[in-house]
């Protein structure tokens, strides 16, 4: 789909430039580049086939990146389980930094903590954005969604916590995407989330498209190397 596909490069553009760009639209009245897409459509219109058709060049980049962070963190362990007179015969390992990109499931404390460490911005993809919705207020109720209206506005935000370090985000940047059926959709579009303006910060894609019957069509092996170099080298 193409509706799908173009709103999926929207996102990915956002996660590129971050906040490494904003627009000042009048003095004092600045814009970054925070996105939220929803992509509307009933199941079998290959919502998720036309993300990955756009996002695979990035999504292999934050896979890369958390399997390094992974095997980083295996090494800084067991330099930290060695006594100290090994430690001082050891060359030294740091801690490692996250630099996790893009993330599906995460709580409010591991999104702000990832964010501290990659200031640049952090994306969400959620396969079914009702799953993104209904984590807002799974702990806490209201608390998630007010984050997440304040980050949008790209506000600084500030988690405090009794029992671990606080986290605070001076510029959030985390766009979203995520598809949603008809149905479920009817389900959010409620007075409340109006009334906060939850729905006016969502930016929704609804094609007018039927499920087609099998075909062999598809986007030239080509075009997709040329699109692997040229947004990798843009990120």
Same mark, same amino acid.
């Given at each position: 789909s193409i509706d799908y596909m173009g709103?999926?490069?929207?996102?990915i553009l956002a996660l590129c430039i *971050?906040?490494?760009?904003k627009v000042e639209v009048k003095t004092g009245w600045i814009e970054s580049v925070n996105i939220w &897409?929803?992509? &509307? *459509?009933?199941a079998g219109l290959g919502k998720t086939p036309s993300i990955n058709a756009v996002t695979f060049p990035i999504e292999k980049k934050n896979a890369f990146e958390i399997k390094q962070y992974q095997k980083e963190y295996r090494k800084w362990k067991e330099y930290e389980s060695l006594p100290s007179k090994e430690k001082k015969d050891h060359e030294e390992i740091k801690e490692p930094v996250r630099k996790q990109f893009i993330? =599906? /499931?995460?709580t409010i404390?591991?999104?702000? /903590?990832?964010?501290?460490? =990659?200031?640049? *911005?952090?994306?969400?993809?959620?396969?079914?954005?009702?799953?993104?919705?209904? /984590?807002m207020n799974k702990y806490?109720?209201?608390? /998630?969604?007010? !984050?997440w209206l304040s980050c949008w506005s790209n506000k600084a935000a500030n988690l405090t916590r009794k029992t671990a370090k606080s986290s605070f985000i001076d510029s959030p940047l985390m766009p979203v995407l995520g598809g949603i059926q008809p149905g &479920? !959709?009817?389900?959010?579009?409620?007075?409340e989330n109006k009334d906060n303006g939850f729905l006016d910060r969502l930016l929704v894609s609804f094609p007018e498209k039927e499920i087609e019957m099998y075909n062999r069509n598809?986007?030239?092996?080509?075009?997709?190397e040329w699109w692997d170099g040229y947004l990798n080298e843009f990120f």
């Open positions: 709103s999926s490069l929207l996102w *971050g906040n490494a760009c &897409i929803g992509l &509307i *459509g009933k993330v =599906n /499931d995460v404390e591991a999104l702000a /903590d990832l964010h501290e460490e =990659n200031p640049v *911005g952090v994306a969400v993809f959620k396969d079914e954005l009702n799953g993104w919705l209904k /984590d806490k109720p209201g608390s /998630d969604l007010e !984050f &479920i !959709f009817n389900q959010i579009n409620t007075h598809s986007i030239a092996k080509e075009v997709l």
